[in-house]
């Protein structure tokens, strides 16, 4: 029966909503109508909109002392649900993120209860409810498709902190247990664009492209390996885009999506179709090794093809191929949130970490980089740290050859103005990625 409960509230908290550090609410002069007052599109009239809710969760922070106090007595104990495992890059950074905070927290293998390879349906509701009842006080889980079975549990066991990642309904599940958080990986993703851009410069200067690696409208090509059309994934690869673009102006690039975040052969087949089409830089937004061991055998071959990992150093699996990955830094949110837990200090209901953190990085440079890439690079993050850098400046892109100066339709999100200052705040309204804007010079292919 409790089950069948918990199932009723989340189907109602579903339809209500479809869809780090500080979560931010924009200044209340954006977007204004008629009066002044902020402007709330595809919300009934007299309900809260979902600004207000995403407002309201920026002051109603987490309560933590029941974690205080089973840590100070000896019964703490943390759930992680995991859609893979260690053989997968994204689930294995993972891992290593609740390692580190284990040794920096003091914290016993035995306080760590690891599920791996947890499917993204009704087995992670039942895996959370299982780890809630063998005494888990604070439950996490890693794949943006456990959220709402996540918040299902969460509806069953108030007193236990439920921590989907990537999910975005924290702060609008109406819940006063569930957190969540997402690292700034934009950030990374568009530090990692500058190296490729500084190789594809290289490769244009010494002559060693082809007319098959030029579109029709004279721009250089590149090539881009997503899972899903989501906003993560549409942010991800804009910033990397950019940050190409910031060194070599005259590129554009081609998405293809395989459907799946780990498919080994799927993302060698994209990785492989945009090579055919002359693409000469690939980067991913899925976790397998797939797309830069295709680079590499292509470059074996004989093709001008370099690659851009994420998760995980991909020189192992493409020693001359890879220039870098983009990477999350994992640890900084588990221990960061985690210890203020055991002290007993709230949590937000979004939390990130970014450069200014040490909450992203890129790998170590592969051999095969352009020279002057690691000083451009100190260059780049120190100017991200600073606040003198934004990766999504409106001054930088256009849609349809127009500058976006104003954007209030986010997926799950409407009625909330991102853009204020000059640029979309990605990660500053709530942890999760929000940027779906489709810009000039990308073209998603599938």
């Known amino acids: 029966m409790k089950k069948l409960i918990a199932l009723l509230l989340a189907a109602i908290m579903i339809f209500a909503f479809a869809a780090c550090g500080e979560t931010k609410t924009p200044p209340a002069t954006e977007n204004p109508d008629a009066t002044g007052e902020p402007v709330a599109t595809g919300e009934p009239s007299g309900e809260k909109t979902v600004a207000d809710l995403v407002a309201e969760a920026a002051n109603s922070p987490v309560d933590t002392a029941n974690i205080k106090a089973a840590y100070e007595d000896g019964s703490l104990k943390i759930g992680v649900i995991l859609v893979g495992d260690e053989n997968e890059g994204y689930t294995y950074a993972h891992i290593e993120g609740i390692e580190q905070a284990k040794e920096a ?53 108030p007193d236990v902190v439920f921590l989907p990642a990537t999910g975005t309904q924290a702060a609008t599940c109406g819940l006063d247990n569930v957190v969540n958080y997402f690292p700034s990986v934009y950030e990374s993703r568009y ?10 410069a290289e490769l244009i200067e010494n002559g060693k492209l082809t007319d098959a690696n030029y579109a029709a409208d004279g721009t250089v090509k590149i090539g881009y390996v997503g899972a899903y059309p989501y906003a993560e994934v549409v942010s991800g690869y804009t910033a990397f885009f950019l940050g190409v673009q910031s060194i070599v102006p005259n590129v554009s690039m081609e998405v293809v999506y395989t459907s799946s975040w780990f498919d080994i052969a799927g993302e060698a087949e994209a990785a492989n179709s945009l090579i055919s089409r002359g693409c000469c830089i690939i980067s991913q937004h899925a976790d397998s090794t797939g797309a830069p061991s295709a680079t590499q055998a292509a470059l074996d071959a004989g093709t001008t093809v370099y690659c851009v990992g994420y998760n995980v150093d991909m020189l192992s699996v493409a020693p001359t191929a890879a220039l870098t990955s983009a990477q999350n830094c994992w640890n900084v949110l588990y221990t960061d949130m985690i210890g203020a837990a055991i002290a007993g200090e709230p949590l937000a209901k979004n939390n990130t970490a970014s450069y200014a953190n040490d909450g992203v990085q890129i790998s170590p440079l592969g051999e095969s980089c352009a020279a002057g890439t690691a000083e451009k690079v100190d260059e780049i993050i120190a100017a991200l740290k600073a606040g003198e850098l934004h990766v999504f400046d409106i001054s930088k892109f256009t849609m349809d050859g127009e500058t976006v100066t104003s954007y209030t339709s986010c997926w799950g999100f409407e009625g909330i103005e991102t853009i204020w200052d000059g640029y979309f705040h990605e990660s500053e309204l709530i942890s999760a990625p929000l940027f779906d804007l489709r810009i000039d010079g990308i073209t998603e292919l599938s």
Do not use: P, W
């Open 105 to 157: 927290l003091g914290l016993s293998d035995d306080q760590v209860i690891y599920k791996y390879r947890v499917l993204e349906d009704e087995t992670c509701y039942d895996t959370a409810v299982s780890l809630a009842d063998q005494g888990c006080q604070m439950i996490f889980s890693n794949s943006f498709s456990h959220e709402s079975y996540m918040i299902q549990a969460a509806a069953e066991y």
């Open 191 to 200: 530090v990692s664009g500058v190296v490729a851009g500084m190789k594809l």
